[in-house]
């Protein structure tokens, strides 16, 4: 089985680069692609929405390039996130069919409703928070990347980096510590709008976690 440092993405955007990352692209499509797929094939009924789950996760993997080389156990991550844009289709499958109320989806409508003034604040917010995440401690950041961005339950995240279930615990709790601090230190001293976004911002980024602290 191919390692992870086999498929070694530069994650740089020089046109050179840029042609190293697509040939190691292409092999890991190559490698991959016909496995991912007959994966998804046994819970998914029709080939060609097999084969656009499997071509999402590639994807996913190209947006990711550049820190793919923190992923210890690249066999594992690619399947399990192939697994994950399973049920994700499926979910959404049985949402359309069955037209259930979305809650957290509820509150993002409600938000994008506001004023224009409203909105620009609330990306302004979201850059903050993505500034804030991509300066965290390493490992912290890659723990909670995997489960934040990536949809990974706890003891998956734990198989990939090589670590225990209570070392990803501790990383997501410091991680969010850091965020509500150093949210808080920024608009301690505005009101209204902007600390309403910003805890509705808080609400749909911490809510993703209450799952997986279950697991």
């Given at each position: 089985m191919k390692t992870t440092a086999q498929y070694c993405f530069s994650g740089l955007s020089n046109m050179q680069a840029l042609k190293e990352d697509?040939?190691?692209?292409?092999?890991?499509?190559?490698?991959y692609f016909k496995r991912l797929y007959l994966f998804a094939k046994q819970f998914i009924s029709t080939s060609q929405d097999a084969e656009e789950i499997v071509s999402d996760v590639f994807l996913k993997v190209w947006n990711k390039r550049a820190s793919l080389h923190e992923?210890?156990?690249?066999?594992?991550?690619l399947y399990i996130i192939t697994r994950n844009q399973t049920i994700n289709?499926?979910?959404?499958?049985?949402?359309?069919?069955?037209?259930k109320t979305n809650s957290i989806t509820d509150q993002l409508v409600l938000i994008e409703?506001?004023?224009?003034?409203?909105?620009?604040?609330?990306n302004e917010l979201n850059e903050e928070?993505?500034?804030?995440?991509?300066?965290?401690p390493l490992q912290c950041r890659k723990v909670f990347k995997l489960v934040k961005e990536?949809?990974?339950?706890?003891k998956e995240v734990a198989a990939i980096l090589n670590i225990s279930v209570n070392t990803v615990d501790n990383h997501?709790?410091?991680?969010?510590?850091?965020?509500?601090?150093?949210?808080?230190?920024?608009?301690?001293?505005?009101?209204?709008?902007?600390?309403?976004?910003?805890?509705w911002a808080l609400f749909l980024l911490f809510a993703k976690f209450f799952h997986f602290l279950l697991v």
């Open positions: 697509k040939a190691v692209f292409r092999k890991l499509h190559e490698d992923i210890d156990n690249l066999n594992s991550y289709y499926l979910q959404k499958k049985s949402f359309q069919n069955s037209s409703a506001e004023t224009p003034e409203d909105r620009l604040l609330y928070l993505q500034q804030l995440i991509n300066n965290l990536d949809g990974l339950r706890y997501i709790t410091k991680a969010v510590k850091i965020l509500r601090t150093e949210l808080s230190k920024k608009f301690k001293n505005n009101k209204g709008m902007v600390v309403k976004i910003a805890m």
